[in-house]
């Protein structure tokens, strides 16, 4: 039973501690409270990274309450909860966020100086959580933020990996990995819970002389949780992200340890320990890997199984669930979920079939976050049979009901039922996880409305075919309170000026009142020196880390996103190249001075994304060092991008790239950062560029290059790449350069294959619409009045792309939820 001693109760629902709220002689007196009784250190003694330690617990504080009494609301309100699935959060640094999100920064900042510190310098202490790679990530990192500051009730479920994405350090020009041992110094933001656990199994066999069936598992793994605090801005709330841990058990391998085999049990569970060791460093492609495998089923099962008690704590029947609950899977990495729900309902709650299933569709969603057949997941059936064999047994059964219940009755021939089938015939079968997620899900979504469209046209068509109303779009967002508040302070200070206070930051569409100010030459100017500031405060970081002198008045054209063939980082270095001849050709020219800054990680084996890696820093050593082209042309790859490092590069670029293929990014969200922050985009019509070329429109963004369709056209006529080399001498001189080794003289066929490939992503077909575009960005570069005119109007017409926009879509279109009410909230006291 619980009880509640009446002390401890007031101090949850009077806010004691936090009302009123503290000034900067209680938050020193914390921070100082926090190194001397928590972390055990004398003052004299402490370093910078201990003052963080001391602060963050010092700033937790300020949020635990809130983060609990929310707790308590939904309880007591019985509150349909959203449950947000991911095997990555990037979350990235927490407590600056957490101090503009509680309006406590001045505070901190008061409190650090009377102590003799610096806040910004020891800010920097903390290290950046990457429990994730890319947009992806990211993205749910967003959509907390938006849920806790939207007073959704929502939890996040994810993995507490040991080493999140690798640290990139460039030696010799290549990118090298080396671990990244984010948990070091102790993570003050997370509360251990050591009681919250549950048993996960592996292995074993299937009994099928009962019903249900009975399996009986070769191994168990204890998930033990962490909550992060979630806060949201501004407000009295705060969500969890609830992070899984795998922990020595009490229960490991079953069948040796019943047979007194001590130490090959031990073994075992230290090989199971693994589990929540390390992220995979894929970004959109799909690893067939059995640990990886595990992860997943790891953080399925554990959040399945809380998610079950949770509702068991508010509603005494099982019955209720879908009434009670969302759960919602970012792309298909989590999509056993929904074998693994049906399992505990059959086996566990003694549900017929269809009863569990029918309970299934109303629980589950599912997004797309990408069209590219090398990131679909498809796992062996083999594989899944050795692993999860109930789970196997689930999907079968899943696959027949819909075959012989759903697609057969409307008259689909044998073709059409190979085709939509969960299981992928031939010589190795294959589970087809995303089939599966739209089987069973109520909605599927795409990220920005032509991936959406095409999704429903090519890869899902056949499933659009049978349920054309479970398909929907909802076009990703950014969070402006890390985007602007955080990454860009003199920004934000600037919308508070212009747009009559800080509304702005939970309700973006004010920005358009900027449309009216826009050809104000003061305001156009004071924007300017806004941009100046960080472009200034970016080229001091290079030049302190790479030694590497930029001047801060050259145009900043910045491309930083993983690397990838289809994001074509390689195109951008041909326009690189080609405007390094064209100087040499032309030294008296005009020329617009320009800085061109990389940055982005490859995964481990990805031979040409490390290549490509390679060849920017071949080509930024070469060009840097010619005297000839002065500083008009200055080469900079910064190692070890992060979400940290967004913040530092975002705020001072000129020009966005996002250059990829037409019809391969989904959506891309950098995009939305870079124009919330005043830089133009020079892009495709890619995924949510489109979008932004529609809010912003077409004189305020450089389009260039092959439509959708007629990408499409060149891949059916059997796209050539010599059809454009061939016929574009400026081009050949290009590719002839990089792939004979003008920029790596000691070895000249290093680049050959990067050049003279199949060319997938159609590079060449693009390449004098992308130089012809870039032509326009010089031109208007150079007058500055129409340059900053459009960076306002980009600004002004941004606020569509807030995450809260995407979430309220979410809730009202696929979630059904409410959020907590003003009535509902407790009043302060
Ligand atoms: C990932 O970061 C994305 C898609 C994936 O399938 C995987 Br796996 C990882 C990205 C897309 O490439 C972006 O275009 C998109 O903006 C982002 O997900 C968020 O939706």
């Not at 790679?133 to 938006?146: E, I, Q, T, W, Y």
């Not at 800080?502 to 104000?520: A, I, M, R, Y």
């Not at 002198?549 to 980082?569: C, E, S």
């Not at 000249?748 to 490939?757: I, T």
């Amino acid at each position: 039973a619980k009880t509640t001693p009446t002390a401890a109760k007031n101090l949850l629902t009077t806010y004691d501690y936090i009302n009123p709220k503290p000034d900067a002689e209680l938050v020193r007196k914390s921070i100082v409270y926090k190194l001397i009784f928590i972390l055990g250190i004398d003052p004299k003694d402490a370093t910078p990274a201990d003052w963080l330690n001391a602060a963050m617990f010092a700033a937790r504080d300020l949020s635990t309450e809130n983060f609990l009494s929310t707790r308590q609301i939904h309880e007591k309100f019985k509150k349909r909860t959203v449950y947000y699935l991911s095997m990555e959060f990037l979350m990235g640094r927490a407590f600056t966020n957490s101090l503009i999100n509680q309006d406590l920064y001045g505070a901190f900042e008061q409190a650090f100086k009377e102590l003799g510190l610096n806040l910004a310098d020891i800010s920097e202490q903390e290290a950046d959580p990457a429990l994730g790679n890319g947009g992806l990530g990211r993205l749910a990192a967003c959509f907390l933020d938006s849920l806790a500051t939207l007073r959704v009730p929502a939890v996040g479920y994810g993995i507490r990996y040991q080493y999140g994405m690798f640290k990139q350090e460039i030696v010799d020009g290549k990118q090298i990995e080396k671990p990244d041992l984010w948990l070091d110094n102790g993570m003050a933001w997370q509360f251990a819970r050591p009681a919250k656990r549950f048993p996960v199994s592996f292995g074993g066999t299937l009994d099928t002389s009962h019903y249900p069936p009975r399996w009986k598992p070769a191994e168990q793994i204890n998930a033990v949780a962490y909550d992060e605090i979630v806060p949201a801005f501004g407000g009295q709330i705060a969500n969890p992200l609830r992070l899984w841990t795998a922990h020595t058990g009490d229960l490991f391998n079953l069948a040796s340890f019943n047979e007194g085999d001590y130490f090959s049990s031990m073994e075992a569970q230290m090989k199971n320990e693994t589990i929540a060791n390390v992220l995979y460093p894929n970004d959109a492609t799909a690893v067939g890997r059995e640990l990886r495998l595990k992860q997943e089923y790891f953080l399925v099962s554990a959040s399945v199984q809380d998610i079950i008690a949770r509702h068991l704590c508010r509603y005494d029947s099982i019955h209720t669930l879908p009434e009670d609950v969302a759960i919602h899977l970012n792309d298909t990495h989590p999509v056993l979920a929904i074998p693994e729900l049906m399992r505990i309902l059959i086996d566990d709650y003694y549900l017929p079939f269809d009863q569990a299933w029918a309970m299934c569709q109303k629980i589950f969603s599912y997004t797309n976050h990408t069209l590219m057949s090398e990131a679909l997941e498809k796992w062996s059936v083999d594989m899944m049979a050795q692993l999860l064999p109930r789970h196997l047994d689930i999907i079968y059964k899943i696959n027949h009901h819909f075959i012989e219940n759903v697609v057969r009755p409307q008259g689909y021939d044998d073709d059409f039922i190979r085709r939509v089938s969960i299981i992928e015939e031939g010589e190795q079968r294959q589970v087809r996880m995303a089939w599966l997620a739209v089987i069973a899900s109520h909605k599927v979504n795409g990220v920005a409305k032509i991936h959406s469209d095409l999704m429903v046209s090519s890869l899902f068509a056949d499933f659009a075919a049978l349920f054309p109303e479970r398909f929907t779009n909802v076009t990703n967002g950014v969070t402006p309170r890390r985007w602007i508040a955080v990454a860009n302070p003199k920004l934000a200070r600037f919308l508070d000026k212009h747009l009559g206070g800080s509304g702005w930051l939970t309700d973006l569409n004010q920005l358009n009142q900027l449309n009216k100010l826009v050809d104000n030459k003061d305001i156009q100017n004071e924007f300017a020196n806004v941009k100046h500031a960080a472009k200034v405060r970016l080229a001091e970081y290079i030049q302190r880390e790479m030694n590497i002198t930029i001047n801060p008045n050259a145009l900043f054209d910045v491309q930083i996103k993983r690397i990838h063939a289809y994001k074509r980082q390689s195109m951008n270095v041909l326009h690189i190249v080609h405007r390094y001849n064209q100087i040499l050709n032309n030294p008296n020219a005009d020329w617009q001075p320009r800085v061109f800054i990389l940055a982005g990680k490859a995964a481990s084996s990805y031979n040409e994304a490390k290549q490509t890696i390679r060849l920017i820093n071949d080509i930024a050593y070469f060009i840097n060092h010619d005297e000839r082209v002065r500083d008009l042309i200055k080469v900079v790859f910064i190692p070890n991008y992060s979400v940290s490092l967004a913040e530092l590069i975002i705020p001072a670029a000129d020009l966005s790239e996002q250059i990829s293929l037409a019809g391969k990014e989904a959506s891309g969200t950098s995009n939305m950062k870079f124009a919330l922050n005043g830089a133009l985009t020079i892009g495709t019509l890619d995924g949510a560029n489109v979008e932004i070329l529609q809010h912003v429109g077409a004189e305020n963004i450089f389009i260039f290059g092959n439509t959708v369709e007629q990408v499409q056209t060149l891949y059916r006529n059997g796209y050539n790449p010599y059809d454009f080399i061939d016929n574009d001498p400026e081009l050949a001189q290009v590719v002839n350069q990089i792939a004979q080794g003008a920029f790596s003289p000691d070895e000249p066929h290093r680049y050959h294959k990067l050049m003279h490939n199949r060319d997938e992503f159609q590079r060449y077909a693009d390449f004098r619409s992308y130089v012809n575009a870039q032509a326009q960005v010089d031109k208007l570069y150079r007058q500055p009045e129409k340059w900053y005119r459009a960076a306002l109007v980009n600004m002004a017409n941004m606020g569509y792309f807030s995450s809260d926009r995407s979430i309220e879509d979410y809730c009202r279109e696929i979630w059904r939820i409410e959020p907590v009410s003003e009535q509902e909230l407790p009043r302060l006291a």
